[in-house]
């Protein structure tokens, strides 16, 4: 058996660019895994030996496989070598597009993308990358296919390519022949070897390859232009062609068709305008169903276009209806700590609204018992004067110096009056005209120090309370944007209802120190609260596209359910009818409430009715219990300076001065009620009997003119009325009584001034009666003016 030959390694050689034809050994102690495969380049045409020269350097494929190795015993490669191969083929070309295995790939019209070129890739990985890339591929147009064509005629003009189907022939016969010779010196396959390893190049070869290249470039783009140029020519001879062939058979066509000619044998049907006019209503009745069903179908379009509308709307609101259930949710909770606080404050209001209630109601008992006592006190020292008695009636000293005592401390108060009304120039009034309402220096004191600590502790109130809580405002403007986002819910649930009962504690507060019956109290209108209600109520009526909106009524349900309770309880208790600054007071406020804010035309309250009642009682109360004039012998009033006639003329101008108040209420009370308290009650009983008794002069007629004065207008505007008021009768008497007395006398002239009273009352009839009397005529002219 022939020995097997030395196992040699192929030198493997190192690229160079300092040298030219350098050569480096390659380490024969190779490691494991590792062959030499020729790097992608252009190659030149094939050497003598059969093995394939590479212009480029060669590249190192490290395969998972182990060191692969070629037989070329028996001239062919076995499959699993073949198929190791074609692997490395693959790879190759990845890694270098430029060289021999990626232009034959090129020809297949393949590209294989950059994302492939990697120094390791598995086999299983390559071929899926190839296959993906070929289903990738898109089909290319002719020019490209032209250029291709002729880019592989080129190349193989000039032996610059490697066929896929190659046979290395002249290894083959080498290893034939050594084969015959030595049969058992054939190398196995895994000696077998590839011959892939580039020839060295020197520096100088390399430079003038990479000329030649870029010179066929430049020739292979000149050639590609010249291809596409070539291909569009073709491609316009085509379509001229093909229109010319369609020119001529539409010219054939036409030419072929005989031109028809008119026949005038041929009879048409007689004209007739009938059936014309049946044929165009025919038309148009069939225009008129075709417009008609248009119509249909326009009004059905605009019909769904409405529903669409509709239905877009309801899906917008329903997107929003977790905003809308955390608003409700957020105005429940409000609501909620809203009634809770107000519920734990009431208390405190109501204990603060009893101890200033308490505060007043003292100060006006104080004064009314004060009046009852000096009066009862006075009129009983009168009286005793009158009999000339020495002693009182019990005879008891402790009642004199008592009754000294109070009379002295009334004319103290009336001397200070006195002097207020002259340095205030006020010369006109009368004694028995004033309020007597002052109170001593230590009553004052105690009253302004118990009213401070009412004040502070009402301060106390919400004073641990948020804004939101007790500010009527911020309160209302809750609501106000409840009612701006979901108006109908707001209106469904009665809000306007509840506004009221929910501010009424909050108004109470702001309403402990407003007195109605101080002549400089605030009014209402000035108030933050009623200010806050009415803006409310304006922002409703604007925003309410309704003519009649809920809350209009919001501020009057207010004024019904917490202002006027509050008039009444004064009214009741606190007010005082003989005083003329509590009395016009109070008519300020309770004509703002009763006249411009009552809850509608046709309705009346039943605060509003309490009120009226409470007003009527309380001044029938006062002609009872406060009005009383004496009636004292001629010989004892005479004197005008006698204390008899004194206490007579106060208790005579007290009269007047109630008088006045009552009839002040004209417009408010109903007439029949001021008609029976003023003139039925007061001035028939009381001061008719007064003038009645007085001695006929200036001063009867100057108090009769003071009664006429108080009398209101409105009762006298008829001007048909020739007679006046019944419950005047007594007194129109008492004028002409007056009249006669003085008529004997030397004061003509208050003669006139009767009979202006008269006409001024509308007591015509008895005026003229008696000018003509006593022949008057120069007063006739006063009657024809009226």
Known sequence: MAHRPKRTFRQRRADSSDSDG?????????????????????????????????AERPLRLRSSRGRAGAGAGSGRVPG???????????????????GLIFQQMKKMELIIPQKVRMMRVPLLTALALWKKNFRQLDIPDAAFIQAARRKRELARAQDDYISLDV??????????????????????????????TPKPQTLRQRMAEETTTRDEETSEEGQEDESQDIWEQQQMRKAVKITEGRDLDLSHSSDSKPVKKFDTSISFPPVNLEIIKKQLNTRLTLLQDTHRSHLR???????????????????????????????????????????????????????????????????AMTFMKRRQDELKHESTYLQELSRKAEASTNGSLPADEKTQWILAEIESRRAQRRQARALSGNCDHQEGASSDDELSSADMTDFQKRHGDILQDH?????????????????????????????????????????PKLLNPLIRVQLIDWNPLKFDSIGL???????????????????????????????????????????????????DPLSTSQTTSLITHCRMILEEHSTCENEVSKGKQDLLKSIASRMKNAIEDDVFIPLYPKSAVENKTSPHSKFQERRFWSGIKLFRNILLWNGLLPDDTLQELGLGKLL??????????????????????????????????????????????????????????LSRSEFR????????????????????SFIEEYHLDHLKSVIKEV
């Open 525 to 575: 209108k000035q108030m933050p609260w009623f200010t806050s209600i009415e803006e409310f109520v304006d922002s409703s009526m604007e925003d309410s596209k309704k003519e009649e909106s809920s809350d209009k009524k919001i501020l009057s349900a207010v004024i019904n359910k917490t202002v006027i309770p509050r008039l009444t309880a004064f009214v009741e208790f606190i007010w």
């Open 80 to 98: 699993d070598q073949q198929e190791r191969l074609l692997a490395r083929t693959a790879v190759r070309a990845a890694q270098n597009p430029e």
């Open 684 to 741: 028939n009983r009381y001061l008719i009997i007064a003038l009645l008794n007085a001695t006929p002069g200036p001063d009867v007629v100057k108090k009769c003119n003071q009664v006429a004065a108080c009398l209101p207008e409105k009762w006298f505007e008829n001007s048909a009325m020739r007679t006046s008021l019944p419950q005047l009768e007594n007194f129109i008497q008492c004028l002409l009584q007056s009249a006669h007395k």
């Open 749 to 768: 002239d208050e003669i006139k001034e009767i009979i202006l009273i008269l006409v001024k009352i509308k007591a015509l009839n008895q005026a003229e």
């Open 167 to 196: 046979k290395h022939t002249s290894t083959t016969s080498r290893v034939k022949k050594n084969s015959d010779e030595d049969p058992e010196s054939e190398p196995d396959d895994c000696e077998n070897r590839i011959p892939f």
């Open 297 to 363: 179908e326009y009004e059905k379009y605009i019909q769904d276009v409405k529903s669409s509308k509709s239905a877009i709307q309801n899906l917008e609101n329903s997107s929003n209806q977790a905003l809308n259930f955390k608003f409700y949710k957020s105005m429940k909770t409000y609501v909620e700590n809203l009634i809770d606080c107000l519920n734990e404050k009431i208390i405190s209001i109501q204990e603060i609204e009893s101890s200033m209630h308490a505060l007043l109601l003292k100060q």
């Open 459 to 499: 301060k106390k109130i919400f004073e641990d309370v948020h804004d939101d809580f007790c500010n009527i405002q911020n309160v209302l403007l809750k609501f106000q944007q409840w009612r701006e986002k979901f108006p109908d819910s707001y209106y469904e649930a009665f809000i306007s209802l509840c506004i």
């Open 22 to 54: 350098a050569e480096e050994p390659s380490a024969e102690a190779e490691a494991p895994g590792q062959q030499t495969v020729p790097g992608p380049a252009e190659e030149g045409p094939p050497s003598g030996g059969g093995r394939a020269e590479v």
